[in-house]
């Protein structure tokens, strides 16, 4: 049976107020997203990692962070290690999104680097790749997509039970309202699984592939019932406590 991912990446809003309020909503309505095949996901602000925790329990969502050092430890001011991510047990970590790259520089190395930070505490990474609008209009997205996975999984093995997720954003439909197609997703991801099983045989078809880009309940369903599309890293969407519910929901009606 497929395995479907609501993964909902919160950037800098929800303050605890805010947060507070959509958990417990999130739990008075269990009744609705409540699926052993749907793993659910949020990403909260730094600040609320340990509060989010508690307050979730009970709610069936997994409690992510936003980003992670690439150093284990030592004197990186506003750097936040895996290590003390694990010590809370944060169970999932996004890696490598497009803003990281955009305004923090970060690029493959980087992400390379701090999924292993990531892989010494046992904490699951959701390694996000995508090309930009220029890089779509100019032919260069498989090229793109192909650079990017070299520069991260090159000579990394994997294991078959490490819960590794990827995450194809393309960085025009950030944000802005634009979606890509679902014919045009499942083409990336259809690439990008190939890609992977170059690296991986066998391995890469059990590795979850997320789309994210304006995700939204209107178009989530389309985008899901594509072949090598697992699930979704929202941004906007998954901030209003109703839409993220109405997405599970749709996500558990096609399982």
């Not at 409540?34 to 340990?50: A, D, E, G, R, Y």
């Not at 989530?220 to 699930?231: H, P, T, Y």
């Not at 906007?236 to 996500?251: F, K, Q, R, W």
Request: glycine share 8%; charged share 20%; aromatic share 8%.
């Amino acid at each position: 049976m497929k395995r479907y991912i609501i993964a909902g990446n919160w950037k800098m809003y929800q303050n605890l107020l805010e947060m507070t309020s959509f958990f417990n909503t999130i739990k008075s309505n269990l009744n609705k997203i409540s699926n052993p095949h749907i793993t659910k996901i949020i990403c909260p602000v730094f600040p609320l990692l340990q509060k989010a925790i508690d307050i979730s329990n009970g709610s069936e969502i997994f409690i992510g962070a936003q980003n992670v050092s690439q150093h284990d430890k030592g004197a990186f001011t506003g750097e936040v290690s895996a290590n003390i991510l694990k010590s809370i047990n944060t169970p999932y970590c996004i890696i490598g999104h497009s803003e990281r790259r955009q305004y923090f520089n970060e690029n493959e190395e980087t992400i390379r680097l701090k999924w292993m930070q990531l892989r010494a505490e046992s904490i699951n990474p959701i390694i996000c790749i995508g090309e930009t609008l220029e890089q779509r209009e100019n032919g260069e997205t498989f090229s793109v997509i192909e650079s990017q996975l070299k520069g991260i999984f090159s000579d990394m093995d994997i294991d078959t039970q490490e819960d590794l997720l990827v995450a194809y954003e393309p960085v025009w439909a950030i944000g802005t309202g634009k979606t890509a197609t679902p014919e045009m997703a499942q083409e990336v991801h259809a690439f990008i699984r190939k890609t992977l099983k170059s690296f991986y045989g066998d391995k890469a078809v059990k590795i979850p592939l997320l789309y994210g880009g304006s995700v939204k309940p209107n178009n989530i369903k389309d985008l899901l019932m594509q072949n090598d599309i697992d699930g979704a890293l929202v941004g906007g969407a998954s901030l209003i406590v109703d839409n993220y519910i109405e997405m599970i929901t749709i996500a558990g009606e096609l399982l």
